[in-house]
């Protein structure tokens, strides 16, 4: 039912949005219009996010982590907790910054159809609204900044050092939750180049392999949080 | 663990606290050790002071009489120079101030050495050089009176204490020799009472061994309490009276106020600088550019495009350079979710890497979670910057005994030889600390390891200040 519903709208994705800043949220609005998207919702608030969610059902939710009254992370809670009301609600978080944190936080409530972002990246329009479509049809989007922290904390790993050069580039776009095909458009190489490597991180790493996008992606990222 | 640091002659504690003791307390051979000379000692500065105090008071007494009748037969012709009478009489008594003063001082470090306590110096500062004024100021110092109070009480005490040491210790021996010297005094044996009666010297053996513990232990207990019994009478005479301690406490908190307040300003002038020489400028580059590509949009459109392509770029770098300043004054991360989450972030960003250890039950007041989140950022830049080392560890934990308190610790195996003179910012940490009563220990020998560890009393901190969620 779901996935029917997808399909068909495709073109037009239903988006609510939840940001505190008027500027911004119009700004937001109008890109995602110009792009064909529908914003059935706009909201200001946390609890609002949550009205809205439950309300319109839409296909997927732009989130940003500060918000009113407390103006620290009652964004993020909400969207933890209208994934938890509405199950299968896809979710893109906003920050001002990359905590990993935050992003682990996000994900542990389920990594399909998740988004961490910086809220800069919305300035690079074409990357922001495939990042909103990606998340929207179930994949995971993170943040290269919170995945290069991620990356950081393990300078030392013997495993992580023993990946070449190029395994540690997918490594990272993998983390970032590019599917192999982003991959391999952004390396310039073949799929079945960037299939070999995966294939290699994960023995390296001792990971299991995974078809799905997001599972893969949440192997990567369970291993580099642990 | 901060006491053997704060010996070492690397470490440069700042901001005092009052008499601190060692951990352990000073067992029985220290004790005795202590004890034993205070008689020859208390002989000793007896006789010097009172023949030095005898001398003085003649000399005196000589002074005031010739000094009296030759200013007063001068007054009947100009008018007299009462001081010189009150200088003169000073400079009599100093010598007996020097000695006070050197006495009380070898007194201080052998309770230090011996009994494992640090005494701070109880004197107001000597303002002037000069011996008479120096010698002003000793006279009218309290601390100098009850060194001389201490030092001929030395005499009575050292004699009692003498006495219950060597009891104490031939206690245990009176047991041995005993059973033999019994039957000498007691032919008939020793009554005990009610028909018993010590009367085999197989009895007085058995009794011995039964004594022998039980004095040796009383013996013990005996000069372990003579020795805190003297560190009381320490207390009320060698240490900086309640009042002088007060007085010093006020001294530190008017200073680290001021300085708190000075870091308040600096830091204002730094936020200014930063957004002055970055994100200004480059916004009115960016105002500029766009302004040229509005005005050439019709007539050049392919350079318009360009300028403002150029102008994307610009205000990306110009918000990443916004968020970095930002997150310098105060990190969203370590009001939402505390230390716990906001240190490892700052390890991940230092280019050196980092091991991070945060040991905390619970989220801290905010003033302590600030002050150490930016401690731990300082010490990280010092490392990256100016340390070359090529790893770093962070610990941080509360410890509940035996005091409240947050002990942050910093160590990099770099090249040592920090100084908080250098302005690495290291002063400013220690200023901030001390602002909140805590201190800053660095230990940096030339070659390494750098070690800063800042210790942060919790138990006066309010909780209340965080806003609620």
Redo the contacts between chains.
């Keep these: 039912m779901r996935s029917a519903l997808k399909s068909s709208a495709q073109a037009s994705l239903r988006v609510v949005i939840a940001e505190d800043s008027g500027l911004l949220r119009e700004g937001l609005e109008r890109l995602l219009a110009d792009a064909g998207l529908d914003v059935v919702a706009k909201v200001g608030d946390g609890p609002g996010l949550i009205a809205a969610a439950e309300q319109h059902r839409p296909d997927i939710a732009i989130v940003d982590v ?1 918000m009113p009254p ?1 103006y ?3 964004g993020l809670k909400a969207a933890i907790e209208s994934r938890r009301r509405v199950p299968n609600l896809c979710v893109l978080v906003l920050s ?2 990359v ?4 992003g682990s936080e996000l994900l542990e409530s389920g990594a399909a159809g998740v988004g961490y972002l910086l809220k ?1 990246r919305v ?1 690079d329009v074409p990357d922001f609204i495939a990042a909103v479509r990606d998340v929207a049809s179930g994949g995971t989007v993170l943040d290269p900044e919170a995945v ?2 991620l990356l ?2 393990h ?2 790993d013997e495993r992580l050092t023993a990946l070449t050069r190029r395994e540690w580039e997918v490594l990272s776009l993998m983390a970032e939750g590019r599917s192999n095909h982003a991959i391999a458009k952004g390396l310039f190489v073949t799929e079945g180049a960037v299939e070999k490597h995966v294939k290699n991180i994960f023995g390296k790493l001792g990971l299991a392999q995974s078809d799905a996008d997001h599972r893969r992606v949440m192997a990567v990222l369970t291993y580099l949080r642990g | 663990m901060s006491e053997p640091m704060a010996d070492s002659p690397h470490v440069k504690p700042s901001g005092a606290v009052g008499p601190a003791r060692s951990s352990s307390p000073a067992g029985l051979g220290a004790s005795a050790g202590f004890l034993l000379p205070n008689l020859l000692l208390g002989i000793f500065w007896f006789t010097a002071l009172v023949t030095l105090i005898l001398i003085s008071g003649f000399l005196a007494i000589g002074w005031i009489v010739v000094m009296g009748v030759t200013l007063g037969v001068l007054s009947l012709i100009r008018k007299p120079k009462w001081h010189m009478l009150i200088g003169g009489l000073t400079l009599m008594i100093a010598p007996v101030m020097w000695l006070c003063v050197s006495g009380a001082q070898i007194e201080r470090r052998r309770v230090a050495k011996f009994l494992g306590y640090r005494v701070p110096s109880p004197y107001q500062q000597l303002a002037q050089r000069t011996v008479l004024a120096s010698a002003h100021t000793r006279a009218g110092d309290p601390a100098v009176w009850r060194d001389l109070a201490y030092l001929l009480l030395l005499l009575p005490v050292g004699a009692a204490e003498f006495a219950f040491v060597i009891g104490a210790f031939a206690l245990p021996l009176v047991t041995i020799v005993l059973p033999m010297w019994l039957f000498v005094a007691f032919p008939e044996g020793i009554p005990l009472g009610q028909g018993v009666q010590i009367d085999t010297p197989l009895e007085a053996l058995l009794i011995a061994i039964i004594a022998l513990p039980v004095l040796a232990l009383v013996g013990y207990l005996l000069v372990i309490g003579m020795s805190k019994a003297h560190v009381t009478l320490d207390q009320a005479l060698l240490w900086p009276s309640k009042r002088a301690r007060l007085a010093q406490r006020v001294e530190e908190l008017t200073e680290s106020r001021s300085r708190a307040v000075e870091a308040t300003i600096a830091e204002r002038r730094r936020i200014e600088r930063d957004l002055h020489d970055g994100a200004q400028q480059r916004l009115i580059s960016l105002a500029m550019g766009l302004g040229m590509a509005k005005e050439k949009m019709v007539t050049d459109p392919e350079t318009a495009q360009e300028l403002v392509e150029e102008a994307h770029g610009e205000v990306k770098r110009t918000l990443a350079e916004i968020r970095n300043l930002v997150r310098g004054i105060h990190p969203a991360v370590l009001s939402d979710r505390g230390l716990d989450a906001a240190i490892p972030a700052l390890a991940v960003r230092c280019p050196v890497p980092v091991e991070v250890g945060v040991e905390l039950d619970e989220r801290l007041p905010e003033a302590a979670e600030t002050t150490s989140y930016f401690m731990v950022a300082e010490a990280l830049t010092n490392i990256a910057k100016h340390s070359g080392a090529s790893e770093a560890q962070v610990f941080v934990r509360r410890e509940h005994k035996p005091q409240n308190r947050l002990v942050i610790e910093v160590v990099d195996n770099g090249k040592g030889g920090a100084e908080p003179e250098d302005g690495t910012g290291l002063a400013g940490l220690a200023d901030r600390l001390a602002a909140l009563d805590g201190r800053l220990f660095i230990e940096s020998p030339p070659g390494g390891p750098t070690r800063v560890q800042a210790e942060l009393p919790l138990g006066t901190l309010k909780t209340t200040t965080r806003g609620t969620l």
């Excluded at chain 1, 905590?99 to 935050?102: A, I, L, P, V």
């Design positions: 500060r407390g620290r992370d009652e001002q910054y905590e990993e944190r935050y800069d300035a290069d922290q950081s904390r300078r030392r």
